[in-house]
Protein backbone atom coordinates (compact mmCIF):
# COMPACT_ATOMS: atom_id res chain seq x y z
CA UNK A 1 0.00 0.00 0.00
CA UNK A 2 1.31 3.37 -0.19
CA UNK A 3 3.55 5.09 1.97
CA UNK A 4 0.68 7.46 3.62
CA UNK A 5 -1.51 4.40 4.68
CA UNK A 6 0.80 2.72 6.50
CA UNK A 7 1.92 6.20 7.93
CA UNK A 8 -1.91 6.83 8.69
CA UNK A 9 -2.34 3.14 10.06
CA UNK A 10 0.56 3.84 12.82
CA UNK A 11 -1.25 7.26 13.88
CA UNK A 12 -4.22 4.71 14.52
CA UNK A 13 -2.25 1.66 15.53
CA UNK A 14 -2.99 1.06 15.82
CA UNK A 15 -5.21 -19.17 21.05
CA UNK A 16 -4.86 -22.22 21.62
CA UNK A 17 -2.14 -24.77 20.66
CA UNK A 18 -3.33 -24.59 16.58
CA UNK A 19 -1.97 -20.92 16.74
CA UNK A 20 -0.07 -21.72 13.23
CA UNK A 21 -0.43 -23.61 10.58
CA UNK A 22 2.06 -25.91 9.38
CA UNK A 23 4.67 -23.74 7.19
CA UNK A 24 6.42 -27.01 6.20
CA UNK A 25 5.27 -26.56 2.49
CA UNK A 26 6.44 -22.80 2.79
CA UNK A 27 9.75 -21.74 4.74
CA UNK A 28 12.67 -19.98 3.29
CA UNK A 29 15.06 -22.44 1.74
CA UNK A 30 18.36 -22.70 3.62
CA UNK A 31 20.43 -20.90 1.50
CA UNK A 32 18.56 -18.30 1.50
CA UNK A 33 18.53 -17.86 5.53
CA UNK A 34 20.98 -15.38 5.28
CA UNK A 35 19.37 -13.35 3.83
CA UNK A 36 16.95 -13.38 6.32
CA UNK A 37 19.13 -13.21 8.98
CA UNK A 38 20.63 -9.57 7.51
CA UNK A 39 17.40 -7.82 7.61
CA UNK A 40 17.04 -9.21 11.11
CA UNK A 41 20.15 -7.74 12.60
CA UNK A 42 19.26 -4.42 10.57
CA UNK A 43 15.76 -4.17 12.00
CA UNK A 44 17.17 -5.08 15.80
CA UNK A 45 20.50 -2.66 15.56
CA UNK A 46 17.63 0.10 15.06
CA UNK A 47 17.37 -0.22 18.45
CA UNK A 48 19.04 2.59 20.89
CA UNK A 49 17.96 4.78 23.40
CA UNK A 50 17.27 7.46 21.74
CA UNK A 51 15.34 5.92 19.18
CA UNK A 52 11.62 5.12 18.62
CA UNK A 53 10.46 2.50 21.05
CA UNK A 54 8.54 0.24 18.36
CA UNK A 55 6.77 -2.69 19.67
CA UNK A 56 6.32 -3.86 17.10
CA UNK A 57 10.00 -4.15 16.31
CA UNK A 58 9.99 -6.38 20.00
CA UNK A 59 7.42 -8.78 18.86
CA UNK A 60 9.53 -9.56 15.67
CA UNK A 61 12.72 -10.33 17.68
CA UNK A 62 10.89 -12.66 19.85
CA UNK A 63 9.10 -14.37 17.79
CA UNK A 64 11.78 -15.00 15.60
CA UNK A 65 14.41 -15.39 18.12
CA UNK A 66 16.59 -12.33 18.94
CA UNK A 67 20.06 -11.99 17.81
CA UNK A 68 21.00 -8.74 19.70
CA UNK A 69 19.90 -9.05 23.38
CA UNK A 70 21.03 -5.91 24.88
CA UNK A 71 18.85 -4.41 21.97
CA UNK A 72 15.81 -6.81 23.51
CA UNK A 73 16.55 -5.85 26.85
CA UNK A 74 16.83 -1.99 25.89
CA UNK A 75 13.37 -1.71 24.16
CA UNK A 76 11.85 -4.17 26.72
CA UNK A 77 12.85 -1.67 29.30
CA UNK A 78 11.11 1.22 27.16
CA UNK A 79 7.97 -0.55 26.64
CA UNK A 80 7.83 -1.46 30.47
CA UNK A 81 8.33 2.31 31.11
CA UNK A 82 5.75 4.06 28.55
CA UNK A 83 2.89 6.38 29.45
CA UNK A 84 -0.48 5.05 28.24
CA UNK A 85 -1.79 8.19 27.96
CA UNK A 86 0.56 9.14 25.33
CA UNK A 87 -0.99 5.62 23.79
CA UNK A 88 -3.71 5.04 20.84
CA UNK A 89 -5.46 1.89 21.10
CA UNK A 90 -3.59 0.26 18.79
CA UNK A 91 -0.31 1.05 20.32
CA UNK A 92 -1.55 0.14 23.66
CA UNK A 93 -2.21 -3.32 21.87
CA UNK A 94 0.95 -3.64 20.25
CA UNK A 95 2.74 -2.70 23.85
CA UNK A 96 0.87 -5.33 25.81
CA UNK A 97 1.81 -8.27 23.13
CA UNK A 98 5.58 -6.80 22.90
CA UNK A 99 6.03 -7.38 26.89
CA UNK A 100 3.85 -10.47 26.68
CA UNK A 101 6.83 -12.12 24.15
CA UNK A 102 8.74 -10.56 26.17
CA UNK A 103 7.52 -12.71 29.13
CA UNK A 104 6.81 -9.45 31.03
CA UNK A 105 3.41 -8.65 33.05
CA UNK A 106 1.82 -5.33 31.18
CA UNK A 107 0.41 -4.74 34.43
CA UNK A 108 -2.97 -2.47 34.53
CA UNK A 109 -2.49 -1.64 30.87
CA UNK A 110 -4.51 -4.55 29.79
CA UNK A 111 -7.44 -3.22 32.19
CA UNK A 112 -6.93 0.38 30.66
CA UNK A 113 -7.36 -0.91 27.37
CA UNK A 114 -10.26 -3.15 28.38
CA UNK A 115 -12.03 -0.25 29.06
CA UNK A 116 -10.91 1.96 25.91
CA UNK A 117 -11.90 -0.63 24.04
CA UNK A 118 -15.83 -1.00 25.63
CA UNK A 119 -16.30 2.81 24.95
CA UNK A 120 -14.75 2.15 21.36
CA UNK A 121 -17.08 3.11 18.11
CA UNK A 122 -16.22 3.91 14.54
CA UNK A 123 -16.30 7.69 14.02
CA UNK A 124 -19.28 6.98 11.43
CA UNK A 125 -20.68 4.28 10.35
CA UNK A 126 -18.97 3.74 7.16
CA UNK A 127 -15.33 5.04 8.93
CA UNK A 128 -12.49 4.58 6.62
CA UNK A 129 -11.20 0.98 6.68
CA UNK A 130 -8.27 1.84 8.62
CA UNK A 131 -9.97 3.01 11.42
CA UNK A 132 -10.44 -0.52 12.10
CA UNK A 133 -6.65 -1.40 12.23
CA UNK A 134 -6.11 -0.08 16.01
CA UNK A 135 -8.82 -1.97 17.27
CA UNK A 136 -7.72 -4.97 15.74
CA UNK A 137 -4.78 -5.14 17.62
CA UNK A 138 -6.62 -4.13 20.95
CA UNK A 139 -8.64 -7.30 20.34
CA UNK A 140 -5.90 -9.47 19.52
CA UNK A 141 -3.75 -8.20 22.32
CA UNK A 142 -6.80 -8.34 24.85
CA UNK A 143 -7.92 -12.20 23.51
CA UNK A 144 -4.64 -13.04 24.07
CA UNK A 145 -4.89 -12.32 28.04
CA UNK A 146 -8.41 -13.14 28.95
CA UNK A 147 -10.26 -14.01 25.75
CA UNK A 148 -13.33 -14.47 27.97
CA UNK A 149 -13.46 -11.11 29.13
CA UNK A 150 -13.15 -9.93 25.50
CA UNK A 151 -15.96 -11.75 23.80
CA UNK A 152 -18.43 -8.90 24.32
CA UNK A 153 -15.98 -6.47 22.80
CA UNK A 154 -15.24 -8.54 19.79
CA UNK A 155 -18.67 -9.15 18.93
CA UNK A 156 -19.51 -6.04 18.53
CA UNK A 157 -16.70 -5.21 16.65
CA UNK A 158 -17.52 -7.86 14.75
CA UNK A 159 -20.81 -6.56 14.13
CA UNK A 160 -19.56 -3.40 13.20
CA UNK A 161 -17.49 -4.76 10.79
CA UNK A 162 -19.88 -6.30 8.76
CA UNK A 163 -22.25 -3.18 8.70
CA UNK A 164 -18.78 -1.03 7.41
CA UNK A 165 -19.06 -0.63 3.42
CA UNK A 166 -15.95 1.24 3.21
CA UNK A 167 -12.91 0.26 0.54
CA UNK A 168 -10.88 -2.80 1.73
CA UNK A 169 -7.42 -2.63 3.04
CA UNK A 170 -5.44 -5.39 3.11
CA UNK A 171 -3.41 -4.59 6.88
CA UNK A 172 -6.19 -3.68 8.57
CA UNK A 173 -8.37 -6.63 6.74
CA UNK A 174 -5.02 -8.82 8.07
CA UNK A 175 -4.90 -7.72 11.53
CA UNK A 176 -8.87 -7.90 11.85
CA UNK A 177 -8.24 -11.42 10.76
CA UNK A 178 -5.71 -12.31 13.07
CA UNK A 179 -7.91 -11.13 15.95
CA UNK A 180 -10.87 -12.39 14.64
CA UNK A 181 -9.17 -15.89 14.35
CA UNK A 182 -7.83 -15.73 17.64
CA UNK A 183 -11.51 -15.36 18.93
CA UNK A 184 -12.72 -17.69 16.88
CA UNK A 185 -10.17 -20.43 18.76
CA UNK A 186 -10.78 -19.68 21.85
CA UNK A 187 -14.43 -19.36 22.09
CA UNK A 188 -15.10 -20.69 25.80
CA UNK A 189 -16.77 -24.21 25.92
CA UNK A 190 -20.61 -24.30 26.33
CA UNK A 191 -21.11 -20.91 25.04
CA UNK A 192 -23.63 -19.91 22.01
CA UNK A 193 -22.80 -21.58 18.82
CA UNK A 194 -23.59 -18.13 17.26
CA UNK A 195 -20.29 -16.25 17.99
CA UNK A 196 -18.88 -18.78 16.03
CA UNK A 197 -20.51 -18.81 13.58
CA UNK A 198 -20.84 -14.80 13.39
CA UNK A 199 -16.64 -14.62 13.77
CA UNK A 200 -16.41 -17.18 11.42
CA UNK A 201 -18.92 -15.14 8.65
CA UNK A 202 -16.63 -12.27 9.25
CA UNK A 203 -13.58 -13.95 8.72
CA UNK A 204 -14.58 -15.41 5.24
CA UNK A 205 -15.82 -11.96 3.99
CA UNK A 206 -12.37 -10.50 4.94
CA UNK A 207 -10.08 -13.53 3.61
CA UNK A 208 -11.98 -13.42 0.47
CA UNK A 209 -11.52 -9.43 0.23
CA UNK A 210 -7.49 -10.26 0.70
CA UNK A 211 -7.49 -12.93 -1.66
CA UNK A 212 -8.52 -10.32 -4.63
CA UNK A 213 -5.57 -8.64 -3.22
CA UNK A 214 -2.86 -11.28 -4.53
CA UNK A 215 -0.97 -10.31 -7.61
CA UNK A 216 -0.02 -12.71 -10.03
CA UNK A 217 3.57 -12.62 -8.44
CA UNK A 218 2.64 -13.46 -4.99
CA UNK A 219 2.61 -9.88 -3.74
CA UNK A 220 -0.44 -9.68 -1.46
CA UNK A 221 -1.34 -5.48 -1.61
CA UNK A 222 2.22 -3.96 -2.09
CA UNK A 223 5.43 -5.94 -0.80
CA UNK A 224 5.04 -4.14 2.83
CA UNK A 225 1.56 -4.93 3.45
CA UNK A 226 2.19 -8.83 2.16
CA UNK A 227 3.93 -9.52 5.12
CA UNK A 228 0.84 -9.20 7.44
CA UNK A 229 -1.41 -10.67 5.26
CA UNK A 230 0.96 -13.88 4.90
CA UNK A 231 0.12 -14.02 9.16
CA UNK A 232 -3.84 -13.88 8.48
CA UNK A 233 -3.77 -16.52 5.33
CA UNK A 234 -1.61 -18.96 6.84
CA UNK A 235 -3.68 -19.32 10.24
CA UNK A 236 -7.47 -18.72 9.32
CA UNK A 237 -10.10 -20.96 9.84
CA UNK A 238 -12.43 -19.97 6.53
CA UNK A 239 -9.70 -19.91 3.91
CA UNK A 240 -10.51 -18.21 0.92
CA UNK A 241 -11.94 -19.74 -2.48
CA UNK A 242 -8.94 -18.68 -4.51
CA UNK A 243 -5.99 -20.92 -3.92
CA UNK A 244 -2.75 -18.94 -2.55
CA UNK A 245 0.33 -20.09 -3.13
CA UNK A 246 2.43 -19.54 -0.19
CA UNK A 247 5.72 -20.58 -2.21
CA UNK A 248 5.32 -18.13 -4.59
CA UNK A 249 4.63 -14.98 -2.46
CA UNK A 250 7.88 -16.19 -0.12
CA UNK A 251 10.10 -16.60 -3.29
CA UNK A 252 9.09 -13.35 -4.58
CA UNK A 253 9.82 -11.37 -0.99
CA UNK A 254 13.16 -13.06 -0.46
CA UNK A 255 13.62 -11.79 -4.03
CA UNK A 256 12.72 -7.96 -2.87
CA UNK A 257 15.15 -8.66 0.14
CA UNK A 258 17.32 -9.30 -2.61
CA UNK A 259 16.97 -5.83 -4.06
CA UNK A 260 17.17 -4.00 -0.86
CA UNK A 261 13.68 -3.08 -0.42
CA UNK A 262 13.54 -4.45 3.29
CA UNK A 263 15.87 -1.99 5.08
CA UNK A 264 13.59 0.20 6.98
CA UNK A 265 13.22 -1.90 10.67
CA UNK A 266 9.36 -1.77 10.58
CA UNK A 267 9.03 -3.30 7.36
CA UNK A 268 11.03 -5.64 8.22
CA UNK A 269 9.48 -6.18 11.80
CA UNK A 270 6.28 -6.65 9.65
CA UNK A 271 7.30 -9.35 7.02
CA UNK A 272 10.04 -11.18 9.57
CA UNK A 273 7.62 -13.20 11.18
CA UNK A 274 6.12 -14.94 8.47
CA UNK A 275 9.69 -15.49 7.08
CA UNK A 276 10.10 -17.14 10.41
CA UNK A 277 6.84 -19.32 10.42
CA UNK A 278 5.05 -17.32 12.98
CA UNK A 279 2.38 -14.97 13.31
CA UNK A 280 1.30 -12.71 15.86
CA UNK A 281 -1.01 -15.53 17.36
CA UNK A 282 2.56 -17.67 18.71
CA UNK A 283 3.14 -14.68 21.33
CA UNK A 284 1.85 -16.15 24.20
CA UNK A 285 3.95 -19.60 23.26
CA UNK A 286 6.74 -17.11 23.37
CA UNK A 287 9.28 -19.12 25.50
CA UNK A 288 11.85 -16.87 27.30
CA UNK A 289 14.56 -18.73 28.81
CA UNK A 290 18.48 -17.06 29.46
CA UNK A 291 19.90 -17.63 26.25
CA UNK A 292 23.31 -16.64 24.78
CA UNK A 293 23.83 -14.41 22.17
CA UNK A 294 24.06 -15.72 19.32
CA UNK A 295 25.59 -14.63 16.14
CA UNK A 296 23.28 -15.65 12.73
CA UNK A 297 24.84 -16.57 9.21
CA UNK A 298 25.02 -13.06 7.36
CA UNK A 299 25.08 -13.29 3.19
CA UNK A 300 28.13 -12.06 2.42
CA UNK A 301 28.59 -8.64 1.40
CA UNK A 302 30.78 -6.90 -1.24
CA UNK A 303 33.58 -5.11 -0.68
CA UNK A 304 32.62 -1.25 -1.02
CA UNK A 305 33.10 0.39 -4.80
CA UNK A 306 34.15 3.66 -5.93
CA UNK A 307 32.48 6.47 -3.93
CA UNK A 308 30.23 8.23 -6.52
CA UNK A 309 30.50 12.32 -6.50
CA UNK A 310 28.66 12.62 -9.57
CA UNK A 311 25.34 15.06 -8.50
CA UNK A 312 21.93 14.55 -10.05
CA UNK A 313 18.88 16.88 -10.17
CA UNK A 314 15.54 16.41 -8.62
CA UNK A 315 11.99 18.23 -9.70
CA UNK A 316 10.85 19.21 -7.03
CA UNK A 317 6.73 20.32 -7.05
CA UNK A 318 4.87 21.78 -3.31
CA UNK A 319 1.18 21.84 -4.56
CA UNK A 320 -1.63 22.77 -1.87
CA UNK A 321 -5.08 23.82 -4.30
CA UNK A 322 -7.63 22.32 -1.12
CA UNK A 323 -10.24 25.04 -0.88
CA UNK A 324 -10.66 26.05 2.53
CA UNK A 325 -7.27 25.81 3.37
CA UNK A 326 -5.68 29.47 3.74
CA UNK A 327 -2.58 29.13 1.47
CA UNK A 328 -3.07 27.86 -1.95
CA UNK A 329 0.13 27.28 -4.21
CA UNK A 330 2.12 25.47 -6.61
CA UNK A 331 5.65 25.86 -6.72
CA UNK A 332 8.55 23.98 -8.20
CA UNK A 333 12.47 23.72 -7.90
CA UNK A 334 15.32 22.15 -9.48
CA UNK A 335 17.34 20.85 -6.49
CA UNK A 336 21.21 19.33 -6.93
CA UNK A 337 22.18 16.88 -5.30
CA UNK A 338 24.64 13.42 -4.66
CA UNK A 339 23.20 10.03 -6.44
CA UNK A 340 22.19 7.94 -3.78
CA UNK A 341 21.18 10.68 -1.70
CA UNK A 342 17.39 10.03 0.19
CA UNK A 343 14.27 12.39 -0.41
CA UNK A 344 15.07 13.61 2.88
CA UNK A 345 17.83 15.40 1.66
CA UNK A 346 16.40 17.00 -1.46
CA UNK A 347 13.50 18.73 0.78
CA UNK A 348 16.18 19.90 2.89
CA UNK A 349 18.36 21.43 -0.05
CA UNK A 350 15.19 22.89 -1.49
CA UNK A 351 14.29 24.54 1.48
CA UNK A 352 17.61 25.97 1.92
CA UNK A 353 17.48 27.39 -1.08
CA UNK A 354 13.88 28.65 -0.69
CA UNK A 355 12.39 29.45 2.27
CA UNK A 356 8.61 28.77 1.00
CA UNK A 357 10.08 25.34 1.15
CA UNK A 358 10.49 25.15 5.20
CA UNK A 359 9.19 21.63 6.11
CA UNK A 360 8.59 19.74 9.15
CA UNK A 361 8.66 16.04 9.93
CA UNK A 362 7.47 14.08 12.84
CA UNK A 363 8.66 10.55 14.03
CA UNK A 364 6.32 7.43 13.79
CA UNK A 365 7.20 3.60 14.03
CA UNK A 366 8.31 3.91 9.62
CA UNK A 367 10.26 6.39 10.11
CA UNK A 368 10.01 10.25 9.86
CA UNK A 369 6.66 11.65 7.91
CA UNK A 370 6.31 15.02 6.46
CA UNK A 371 4.13 16.60 8.09
CA UNK A 372 4.02 20.76 7.56
CA UNK A 373 5.18 22.02 4.32
CA UNK A 374 5.48 26.19 3.90
CA UNK A 375 2.99 26.03 6.94
CA UNK A 376 0.40 24.14 5.87
CA UNK A 377 0.00 20.78 8.19
CA UNK A 378 -1.80 18.11 8.24
CA UNK A 379 -4.47 17.63 10.28
CA UNK A 380 -6.61 14.49 11.11
CA UNK A 381 -9.67 15.94 11.95
CA UNK A 382 -9.88 17.59 8.41
CA UNK A 383 -8.33 14.38 7.12
CA UNK A 384 -5.53 16.21 4.77
CA UNK A 385 -1.63 14.76 4.28
CA UNK A 386 0.92 15.43 2.81
CA UNK A 387 1.54 13.26 -0.43
CA UNK A 388 4.47 12.45 -2.19
CA UNK A 389 4.22 10.96 -5.97
CA UNK A 390 6.74 10.18 -8.52
CA UNK A 391 5.40 11.93 -11.31
CA UNK A 392 1.42 10.38 -10.89
CA UNK A 393 2.82 7.29 -8.80
CA UNK A 394 2.54 7.37 -4.98
CA UNK A 395 5.46 6.93 -3.20
CA UNK A 396 5.35 3.70 -1.32
CA UNK A 397 8.66 4.55 0.57
CA UNK A 398 9.37 7.67 3.79
CA UNK A 399 11.28 10.48 2.35
CA UNK A 400 14.07 8.75 4.83
CA UNK A 401 13.83 5.88 2.52
CA UNK A 402 13.57 6.67 -1.09
CA UNK A 403 16.18 7.31 -3.09
CA UNK A 404 15.21 9.47 -6.18
CA UNK A 405 16.91 9.06 -9.43
CA UNK A 406 18.40 12.03 -11.87
CA UNK A 407 15.49 14.27 -13.44
CA UNK A 408 12.55 12.08 -11.43
CA UNK A 409 9.72 14.94 -10.62
CA UNK A 410 8.62 14.71 -7.21
CA UNK A 411 5.50 16.54 -6.12
CA UNK A 412 4.73 16.73 -2.22
CA UNK A 413 0.64 17.34 -2.29
CA UNK A 414 -1.34 18.43 0.03
CA UNK A 415 -4.40 15.31 0.30
CA UNK A 416 -7.49 14.91 1.78
CA UNK A 417 -8.52 11.09 2.17
Avoid at 198 to 204: T, Y
Wanted: hydrophobic content about 40%; glycine content about 6%; charged content about 15%.
Amino acid sequence: MAWFALYLLSLLWATAGTSTQSRSSCSVPSAQEPLVNGIQVLMENSVTSSAYPNPSILIAMNLAGAYNLKAQKLLTYQLMSSDTNDLTIGQLGLTIMALTSSCRDPGDKVSILQRQMENWAPSSPNAEASAFYGPSLAILALCQKNSEATLPIAVRFAKTLLANSSPFNVDTGAMATLALTCMYNKIPVGSEEGYRALFGQVLKAIVENISTKIKDNGIIGDIYSTGLAMQALSVTPQPPKKEWNCMKTMDMILNEIKQGKFHNPMSIAQILPSLKGKTYLDVPQVTCSPDHEVQPTLPSQPGPGPTSTSNITVIYTINNQLRGVELLFNKTINVSVKSGSVLLVVLEEAQRKNPMFKFETTMTSWGLVVSSINNIAENVNHKTYWQFLSGITPLNEGVADYIPFNHEHITANFTQY
